[in-house]
């Protein structure tokens, strides 16, 4: 199922969960990894200077450097790396999204593993802002494959994974997700759960929605999964369908609790990118910030159809 | 006579060369090697017959010493008005002292040339316009540089810049192959949002040629992604080529004519190749110097112009808007004040400040002019290669202050800056000043107010 994995990581613990779920989906899945670091950000200008992501110390960018922080990668990975049959280590200097997707694009990688944030902050929900970082963003948004974002210790591992939920809004691309959560779900043998959330944001202005529109829309969403995505399980019975309503990221992590979800699978393709504009951001970094499970973000059906 | 194996008289040629210097951390043997470079004095003494003609040995006769150029000088200005800061006294000092001597000068002050002619001067111009007798320093620093290259006592950067000219046709390390690589991915990267968005490759007959700096791919592909889709709305038949798409020079910044000539060169025989109506560059100012204004001089093209018709970004940008190609939406004009960095390089000595101007009027409701402006702005600071000469770092960081406080006094908190130095400059003075400002080129905030017409809007199901 995943043949290349590529876990892009920043050296920095922000990434140790995300380094154990990636090594032990290559371990299960005998596929290759490349483990990808991004060391520096450049100067606009043409100087061999880069700022290094894990310290925010300038660095001279040469051959020197680069086997350095090779050598520290392995240094920080070892203990997972004695268990990966195949393993290249590549860094680069570049703005990280960019590089990542670059990269993922030229060895044409199956799934994508990434911790939420850059930095060292610790992992919570009081963190609104920016905090999920534009780089996971970006990388979710427009990669071709499955990118699974890991912010807080995975206690089980994926192929112990026995409840996938996927969250829908029914756009093109959650179709995408779902194809990914469906084949994860029946080449593991997991149960798969099907929801939605009924956006009832618009209560906080004010606005009264009578509850026989609430169950109207409720049907009206059950129908469309049962015309939407049911047919394509092909005879897979062991799935569930939810339908909540309230604020989307909240119900989906409410529901994903009360299902014991070890891995929720969603589309992120909101196209609002820019932090400052994204006021709350989009509901997918919201639940990657909030989730105590991975997320797996799926738009593109390049890697998940046929 | 010793030659270093780093520091010699021979630019880099092959990627071997290229790497071992790179691999020459902040080029410390490097500066070291040229403490023992000896100075080729007869082949100094027969460039400077060569090149050295009436306008340069005369205008270093004339000079007055009459200081009109010091305040011109953001060097001057910055340093407490330091009399060594003098454009003239900086050129008759070295240049001035060189051609006197008829190339009779040493390695100390070879070395102590480089630091002016490098750590001194950006190549402004600016102390030209001020001269009562019209001697323009700027030119001479260039030609200066020429002299120092062609000796071996070029910063280790701009060695390694001019090497990456001859060796890949762009400053940085991206081949032809990356360059179309890149483009194909930010085609399928953008596809979903922009139906039928194209960046269409080596498209003969298009009515627009479009070039780049190299930083865009390597770095910054999102740029390109802004200009396809920008070309895009406004519904240009335009073509990048998949030779020849770079624009800039480092090699004019390190004073290489000869690989200047070969990077002009490439871009000019894609002109020629794919016979497009105009040339457009991105947003960047020595480009647009190097391969619009010098270009055609160092390729040897007797009408002092390029192949086809060439126009910076901001051109483009002027006539899109002017024309109705693309629309924007007035509600969304920049509500904040908002100040514009003039570029020396298209801007003084390009004359394109009404075009900025015209820019500005469309994109803004508080357009606020630094003072001086135009013509008469002072360089970002980082201007000449500055911005990336770990050497001259200090001097490059106090220089940024006349920027700065320009700046400042506008009340402005963001500069819109069409110019990748420029930008560079300004996002490093407010790192090190930290005077709470932004900074933008001219595509993202466009795209933020441009009208998309629905048919080019994506389906959406």
Same mark, same amino acid.
């Given at each position: 199922?995943?043949?290349?994995?590529?876990?892009?990581?920043?050296? =920095?613990?922000?990434?140790?969960?995300?380094? #154990?779920?990636?090594?032990?989906?290559?371990?299960?899945?005998?596929?290759?990894?490349?483990?990808?670091?991004?060391?520096?950000?450049?100067?606009?200008?043409? &100087?061999?200077?880069?700022?290094?992501?894990? =310290?925010?110390?300038?660095?001279?960018?040469?051959?020197?450097?680069?086997?350095?922080?090779?050598?520290? +990668?392995?240094?920080?990975?070892?203990?997972?790396?004695?268990?990966?049959?195949?393993?290249?280590?590549?860094?680069?200097? &570049?703005?990280?999204?960019?590089?990542?997707?670059?990269?993922?694009?030229?060895?044409?990688?199956? +799934?994508?593993?990434?911790?939420?944030h850059s930095r060292q902050e610790e992992t919570g929900a009081t963190r609104y802002r920016g905090a999920v970082?534009?780089?996971?963003?970006?990388?979710?948004?427009?990669?071709?494959?499955?990118? +699974?974002?890991?912010?807080?210790?995975?206690?089980?591992?994926?192929?112990?994974?026995?409840?996938?939920?996927?969250?829908?809004?029914?756009?093109?691309?959650?179709?995408?997700?779902?194809?990914?959560?469906?084949?994860?779900?029946?080449?593991?043998?997991?149960?798969?759960?099907?929801?939605?959330?009924?956006?009832?944001?618009?209560?906080?202005?004010?606005?009264?929605?009578?509850?026989?529109?609430?169950?109207?829309?409720?049907?009206?969403?059950?129908?469309?999964?049962?015309?939407?995505?049911?047919?394509?399980?092909?005879?897979?019975?062991?799935?569930?369908?939810?339908?909540?309503?309230?604020?989307?990221?909240?119900?989906? +992590?409410?529901?994903?609790?009360?299902?014991?979800?070890?891995?929720?699978?969603?589309? #992120?393709?909101?196209?609002?990118?820019?932090?400052?504009?994204?006021?709350?951001?989009?509901?997918?970094?919201?639940?990657?910030?909030?989730?105590?499970?991975?997320?797996?973000?799926?738009?593109?059906?390049?890697?998940?159809?046929? | 006579?010793?030659?270093?194996?780093?520091?010699?008289?021979?630019?880099?040629?092959?990627?071997?060369?290229?790497?071992?210097?790179?691999?020459?951390?902040?080029?410390?043997?490097?500066?070291?090697?040229?403490?023992?470079?000896?100075?080729?004095?007869?082949?100094?003494?027969?460039?400077?017959?060569?090149?050295?003609?009436?306008?340069? @040995? *005369?205008?270093?006769?004339?000079?007055?010493?009459?200081?009109?150029?010091?305040?011109?000088?953001? $060097?001057?200005?910055?340093?407490?008005?330091?009399?060594?800061?003098?454009?003239?006294?900086?050129?008759?000092?070295?240049?001035?002292?060189?051609?006197?001597?008829?190339?009779?000068?040493?390695?100390?002050?070879?070395?102590? *040339?480089?630091?002016?002619?490098?750590?001194?001067?950006?190549?402004?111009?600016?102390?030209?316009?001020?001269?009562?007798?019209?001697?323009?320093?700027?030119?001479? $620093?260039?030609?200066? @540089?020429?002299?120092?290259?062609?000796?071996? $006592?070029?910063?280790?950067?701009?060695?390694?810049?001019?090497?990456?000219?001859?060796?890949?046709?762009?400053?940085?390390?991206?081949?032809?192959?990356?360059?179309?690589?890149?483009?194909?991915?930010?085609?399928?990267?953008?596809?979903?949002?922009?139906?039928?968005?194209?960046?269409?490759?080596?498209?003969?007959?298009?009515?627009?040629?479009? *070039?780049?700096?190299?930083?865009?791919?390597?770095?910054?592909?999102?740029?390109?992604?802004?200009?396809?889709?920008?070309?895009?709305?406004?519904?240009?038949?335009?073509?990048?080529?998949?030779?020849?798409?770079?624009?800039?020079?480092?090699?004019?910044?390190?004073?290489?004519?000869?690989?200047?000539?070969?990077?002009?060169?490439?871009?000019?025989?894609?002109?020629? @190749?794919?016979?497009?109506?105009?040339?457009?560059?991105?947003?960047?100012?020595?480009?647009?110097?190097?391969?619009?204004?010098?270009?055609?001089?160092?390729?040897?093209?007797?009408? !002092?112009?390029?192949?086809?018709?060439? $126009?910076?970004?901001?051109?483009?940008?002027?006539?899109?808007?002017?024309?109705?190609?693309?629309? %924007?939406?007035?509600?969304?004009?920049?509500?904040?004040?908002?100040?514009?960095?003039?570029?020396?390089?298209?801007?003084?000595?390009?004359?394109?400040?009404?075009?900025?101007?015209?820019?500005?009027?469309?994109?803004?409701?508080?357009? @606020?002019?630094?003072?001086?402006?135009?013509?008469?702005?002072?360089?970002?600071?980082?201007?000449?290669?500055?911005?990336?000469? !770990?050497?001259?770092?200090?001097?490059?960081?106090?220089?940024?202050?006349?920027?700065?406080?320009?700046?400042?006094?506008? !009340?402005?908190?963001?500069?819109?800056?069409?110019?990748?130095?420029?930008?560079?400059?300004?996002?490093?003075?407010?790192?090190?000043?930290?005077?709470?400002?932004?900074?933008?080129?001219?595509?993202?905030?466009? %795209?933020?107010?441009?009208?998309v017409p629905d048919h080019m809007k994506p389906v959406e199901e």
């Amino acid at each position: 199922m995943f043949d290349k994995i590529m876990f892009a990581t920043t050296g =920095t613990p922000v990434c140790d969960n995300a380094a #154990h779920v990636a090594f032990d989906i290559a371990k299960k899945y005998n596929s290759k990894l490349h483990m990808f670091h991004v060391l520096g950000l450049p100067t606009r200008g043409f &100087g061999q200077v880069v700022v290094d992501t894990r =310290t925010g110390e300038e660095e001279s960018y040469d051959l020197d450097y680069i086997s350095w922080v090779g050598e520290e +990668l392995k240094n920080t990975y070892d203990k997972y790396l004695a268990t990966c049959k195949s393993c290249e280590i590549d860094s680069i200097a &570049g703005i990280p999204h960019t590089e990542i997707l670059r990269k993922a694009r030229k060895i044409d990688a199956d +799934l994508i593993v990434m911790g939420a944030h850059s930095r060292q902050e610790e992992t919570g929900a009081t963190r609104y802002r920016g905090a999920v970082g534009t780089n996971m963003q970006k990388v979710a948004r427009g990669a071709r494959c499955p990118v +699974l974002i890991v912010s807080r210790p995975c206690t089980t591992c994926l192929w112990y994974f026995s409840n996938i939920v996927f969250g829908t809004d029914f756009s093109k691309a959650s179709f995408s997700a779902f194809l990914f959560a469906y084949k994860l779900a029946e080449e593991i043998g997991s149960k798969l759960y099907i929801f939605h959330s009924l956006d009832l944001s618009q209560v906080h202005a004010g606005k009264v929605v009578p509850q026989e529109e609430i169950e109207a829309r409720i049907q009206e969403a059950r129908k469309k999964i049962e015309k939407l995505y049911v047919p394509h399980l092909k005879g897979y019975d062991n799935y569930e369908v939810g339908i909540w309503e309230g604020i989307p990221y909240v119900e989906i +992590l409410k529901y994903s609790r009360a299902k014991n979800a070890d891995l929720i699978v969603m589309a #992120h393709h909101t196209k609002e990118v820019d932090p400052d504009a994204a006021i709350l951001g989009s509901t997918v970094e919201q639940v990657v910030l909030r989730a105590s499970c991975p997320v797996a973000s799926v738009n593109h059906p390049d890697k998940v159809s046929g | 006579m010793p030659e270093g194996t780093l520091c010699n008289k021979i630019p880099v040629n092959t990627k071997e060369e290229l790497l071992t210097l790179l691999a020459d951390k902040s080029g410390k043997t490097y500066y070291e090697e040229m403490n023992h470079l000896d100075v080729d004095h007869a082949a100094l003494k027969t460039t400077l017959d060569k090149s050295c003609k009436s306008r340069i @040995r *005369t205008w270093l006769e004339i000079c007055a010493h009459c200081g009109m150029c010091a305040d011109s000088c953001f $060097f001057y200005l910055a340093n407490n008005k330091d009399p060594k800061q003098v454009p003239s006294y900086k050129i008759q000092s070295t240049l001035g002292e060189i051609v006197k001597r008829n190339g009779n000068v040493d390695n100390a002050f070879m070395q102590k *040339t480089m630091d002016i002619a490098w750590g001194k001067c950006t190549c402004c111009n600016r102390c030209g316009m001020y001269c009562p007798f019209g001697i323009d320093m700027g030119v001479m $620093f260039g030609y200066l @540089r020429g002299l120092c290259f062609s000796q071996g $006592f070029v910063p280790w950067e701009l060695k390694i810049g001019s090497g990456m000219h001859r060796i890949y046709r762009a400053q940085m390390d991206v081949t032809s192959e990356d360059w179309v690589d890149t483009c194909q991915w930010r085609m399928e990267e953008n596809a979903d949002d922009w139906p039928g968005l194209e960046i269409p490759i080596d498209k003969e007959n298009a009515d627009i040629i479009y *070039t780049v700096n190299a930083r865009e791919p390597k770095h910054y592909p999102e740029d390109l992604d802004e200009a396809a889709i920008l070309f895009h709305l406004a519904g240009e038949n335009w073509t990048v080529p998949s030779v020849g798409w770079e624009e800039t020079s480092l090699a004019m910044f390190a004073g290489d004519w000869e690989g200047c000539r070969l990077q002009v060169q490439a871009v000019y025989d894609a002109m020629e @190749r794919l016979k497009p109506k105009r040339m457009v560059v991105t947003e960047c100012g020595h480009a647009y110097r190097a391969t619009v204004i010098e270009g055609p001089y160092w390729a040897g093209l007797k009408s !002092g112009k390029t192949p086809v018709p060439s $126009f910076h970004y901001v051109e483009w940008v002027a006539e899109a808007l002017r024309t109705g190609k693309l629309k %924007l939406d007035p509600s969304k004009k920049i509500k904040e004040p908002v100040t514009y960095q003039d570029s020396c390089n298209y801007i003084r000595n390009a004359g394109l400040s009404d075009c900025a101007r015209e820019i500005m009027s469309y994109i803004a409701e508080d357009f @606020r002019e630094m003072r001086p402006n135009r013509e008469h702005n002072f360089c970002c600071g980082g201007g000449g290669g500055m911005n990336g000469l !770990g050497r001259y770092r200090e001097e490059r960081n106090v220089g940024l202050k006349v920027k700065r406080d320009q700046i400042l006094a506008t !009340g402005a908190k963001l500069v819109i800056s069409p110019c990748h130095n420029c930008w560079d400059a300004i996002r490093d003075l407010e790192e090190i000043y930290k005077v709470g400002i932004r900074w933008s080129f001219l595509k993202p905030i466009l %795209l933020k107010m441009v009208i998309v017409p629905d048919h080019m809007k994506p389906v959406e199901e």
